[in-house]
Nanobody
């Protein structure tokens, strides 16, 4: 059974940084794609970043390009989301997700496995 456990959220001032972690277990993830999504109050859940576990290729939402970086540590089965230059509009619950395909996609419907989420709050 796939388990995803996020950590690293918190309260930070605008312009600050955070690094989120997603520890994955229960499978061999070499043929999986991982994604980070976020959901702000009253809004739909949206794609933030994706990474292919096998190739390491990545993609980002336009709103975070140049500020966020997704990466992975194969030995630790962990995916990270480094968030720099944070803005108040980045405030949301951030979720890690996995799909059993090497290709990441932006649609949350294509991800079968989800973590519990971690709150990120950016104050102005």
């Amino acid at each position: 059974q796939v388990q995803l456990v996020e950590s690293g959220g918190g309260l930070v001032q605008a312009g600050g940084s955070l690094r989120l972690s997603c520890a994955a277990s229960g499978r061999t993830f070499s043929n999986y794609a991982m994604g980070w999504f976020r959901q702000a109050p009253g809004k739909e859940r949206e794609f933030v970043a994706g990474i292919s576990w096998s190739s390491g290729s990545t993609d980002y939402a336009d709103s975070v390009k140049g500020r966020f970086t997704i990466s992975k540590d194969n030995a630790k089965n962990t995916v990270y989301l480094r968030m720099n230059s944070l803005k108040p509009e980045d405030t949301a619950i951030y979720y890690c997700a996995a799909r059993s395909s090497p290709y990441y996609v932006t649609s949350q419907l294509q991800y079968a496995y989800w973590g519990q989420g971690t709150q990120v709050t950016v104050s102005s």
